[in-house]
């Protein structure tokens, strides 16, 4: 079973910044990596995946603000939040899955989730 932890959550301003990492148990590498965030009473929605190669894919509401990347070696994922907004807050989850070539952003894909940390942005 792959167990998946994230951290950096937290509380910032509008227009500030915050890293979440995510690490993972087992090897990263050749699986496809996601960040997806959830509000009480709403769907989780995704917000940015990596492939082992090839495009990124990004959420259009994050896109331009927010970074995807990773350590292989290390076995964690990152995700770099700028001019957070007050829409931003959620549980942000990370997931990882076996890659068929195909890396979206859909939850239902995805096989392995972590526990989830709270990032809160204030107006």
């Known amino acids: 079973q792959v167990q998946l932890v994230e951290s950096g959550g937290g509380s910032v301003q509008a227009g500030g910044s915050l890293t979440l990492s995510c690490a993972s148990s087992?090897?990263?590498?050749?699986?496809?990596m996601g960040w997806f965030r959830q509000v009480p009473g709403k769907k989780r929605e995704g917000v940015a995946a990596?492939?082992?190669?090839?495009?990124?894919r990004y959420a259009s509401s994050v896109k331009g603000r927010f970074s995807i990347f990773k350590e292989n070696p290390e076995n964690t994922l990152y995700l770099q939040m700028n001019s957070l907004q007050p829409e931003d807050t959620a549980v942000y989850y990370c997931?990882?899955?076996?890659?068929?070539?195909?890396?979206?952003?859909?939850?239902?894909?995805?096989?392995?989730w972590g526990q989830g940390t709270q990032v809160t942005v204030g107006s």
């Open positions: 997931a990882q899955k076996r890659s068929n070539g195909i890396c979206d952003t859909t939850p239902d894909d995805y096989t392995y």
């Open positions: 990596i492939p082992p190669n090839g495009a990124i």
């Open positions: 087992a090897p990263i590498t050749w699986d496809c």
